[in-house]
C-alpha cells in the first residue's frame, strides 16, 4: 500500500464515490464564493442607494421634483428609489383622474409600495436559500464521503491477516478529507447567509419606515387639495 499522504496523492487515490462526493462539495464552495461576492456587492450597493436617497428624501426638495428627475431618461431607479417612485406614481394617477377620495389615494399609493418593496426584497433575498442550503448539507455528504471511504479501507484490510498503522492510516486519511472539505465549504456559507440575513432584515426595516413616513405626507398632501 502506498504510504504517501500528500493531500493530491490522497484524494487521486480515494474511490470513485468519494472522489465524487469531493467534486460536489467543492462544485458547492465555487458556487457559493461566487454568490458571497455578489450578494456582498448588491447589498452594499442597495444600502449606499438608500442612504444617499434618505439624504435627498429629507433634505426639503419638491417630492413632485423629485419625481420628476427620477423618471427622466438618464436615470435609472434602483432600490428605495423604485419603491418612491412606484408610491409617488401611484398617488398622483389618483390625483389626476380627481374621483377618489384622499383616503383611497394614499391606500393605492401605500399597496403600489409594499408590492414593490416585496420586489427589492425578494431580490435581495436571491441565492440567500442556497447558501443556507450549502451551510447546512456540506458537512452531511462530507460525512457520508468520510463513512464511505472508512468503510471500504476496513473491507480491503479484511483480506490482511495483520493490519499495521501504516496500511490504515492512508485510507482513513483520504476518508476525512471529505469531511474537511465539507467543513470548507459550508463554514464560509452560514458565516455569509448569518450576515447577509440579518444586513437584509435591516434593509427591510428601513423600507417599512421609509413607507410608513411617506404614507404620512402623502396624506398630509392629499388633504391639501
Known amino acids: 500500500m502506498n504510504n504517501d499522504l500528500s493531500i493530491i496523492h490522497l484524494i487521486a487515490s480515494a474511490s470513485i464515490v468519494v472522489q465524487f462526493v469531493m467534486l460536489i462539495l467543492l462544485a458547492a464552495s465555487v458556487i457559493s464564493w461566487t454568490f458571497i461576492f455578489n450578494k456582498r456587492k448588491q447589498l452594499n450597493r442597495a444600502i449606499y442607494i438608500t442612504d444617499q436617497f434618505e439624504s435627498e428624501f429629507w433634505s426639503g426638495v419638491d417630492l413632485s421634483e423629485l419625481y420628476r ?6 436615470f435609472e431607479p434602483e432600490g428605495i428609489e423604485k419603491i418612491f417612485v412606484a408610491g409617488y406614481k401611484e398617488f398622483s394617477r389618483m390625483q389626476k383622474t380627481g374621483t377618489v377620495d384622499p383616503a383611497a389615494q ?13 420586489r427589492e426584497i425578494e431580490s435581495l433575498d436571491e441565492s440567500l436559500p442556497f447558501l443556507a442550503t450549502v451551510g447546512s448539507t456540506s458537512p452531511y455528504i462530507g460525512l457520508f464521503g468520510t463513512v464511505w471511504g472508512i468503510m471500504n479501507s476496513f ?9 499495521t498503522l501504516s ?26 447567509y448569518n450576515r447577509f440575513s440579518t444586513r437584509l432584515d435591516r434593509l427591510a426595516g428601513r423600507y417599512e419606515l421609509f413607507i410608513d413616513e411617506f404614507v404620512v405626507l402623502l396624506q398630509r398632501q392629499a388633504h391639501t387639495r
Open 69 to 74: 428627475n427620477m423618471m427622466s431618461k438618464d
Open 106 to 118: 394614499v391606500e393605492n399609493a401605500h399597496r403600489a409600495m409594499r408590492i414593490e418593496q416585496q
Open 155 to 163: 473491507r480491503a484490510l479484511g483480506n490482511v491477516q495483520q493490519a
Open 167 to 192: 496500511q490504515v492510516a492512508p485510507g482513513i486519511a483520504e476518508a476525512l478529507i471529505a469531511t474537511a472539505i465539507g467543513l470548507f465549504a459550508a463554514i464560509p456559507a452560514v458565516v455569509s
